[in-house]
T-cell receptor
């Protein structure tokens, strides 16, 4: 059973650019959640995908969008990057409604 | 709006001490509460999960309690070790999909 993986590990972008982050779910899980964690803060829920459909969304603007693929892997896309988007982006996989989410190591995004 | 607060923000204790980390939340209508550990460069690891109907959970040297009526949870770590050094976060499940997190307590165990 493989764990949750994320790529890339680190990424540096400039303001206004677009970025795509990727996540591979743990085997057998059909739900992926994405979180943004600013330095010194707890994670903030961005959105969740279940069977390729958005299943819930936190307080993030539409320039944060996502996809889930038939194999349950997922992408997080952020357009028009702002300096405040600099953070650790975490994805977590689970069964829908499952109590336990399994987290990947995260992608550290720096926006200059 | 659910808010989760963790006190203290940082804690440094000598090895071998017992310690308590605190978590408070403003809305008692939760599904469950979890304690996580976060190590630099690694993801979050779930330590203990307490369902809303439960009062406590134990795993090894860790014990977590939940008092929904007062909006509080504590994580008790017995006989602390340098390997326990990490950031500890609590999160409440407030709906069928969303976790709401505290900012964490950074714990340093001095050898």
């Amino acid at each position: 059973e493989t764990g949750v993986t994320q790529s890339p590990t680190h990424l540096i972008k400039t303001r206004g650019q677009q970025v795509t982050l990727r996540c591979s779910s743990q085997s057998g899980h059909n739900t992926v959640s994405w979180y943004q964690q600013a330095l010194g803060q707890g994670p903030q829920f961005i959105f969740q995908y279940y069977r390729e459909e958005e299943n819930g969304r936190g307080n993030f603007p539409p320039r944060f969008s996502g996809l889930q693929f038939p194999n349950y892997s997922s992408e997080l896309n952020v357009n028009a990057l702002e300096l405040d988007d600099s953070a650790l982006y975490l994805c977590a996989s689970s069964d829908l409604g499952g109590d336990t989410q399994y987290f990947g190591p995260g992608t550290r995004l720096t926006v200059l | 709006k659910q808010e989760v607060t963790q006190i203290p923000a940082a804690l440094s204790v000598p090895e071998g001490e017992n310690l308590v980390l605190n978590c408070s939340f403003t809305d008692s209508a939760i599904y469950n509460l979890q304690w996580f550990r976060q190590d630099p460069g690694k993801g979050l690891t779930s330590l203990l999960l307490i369902q809303s109907s439960q009062r406590e959970q134990t795993s090894g040297r860790l014990n977590a309690s939940l008092d929904k009526s007062s909006g509080r949870s504590t994580l008790y770590i017995a006989a602390s070790q340098p390997g326990d050094s990490a950031t500890y976060l609590c999160a409440v499940r407030h709906s069928n999909y969303q976790l709401i997190w505290g900012a964490g307590t950074k714990l340093i165990i001095k050898p």
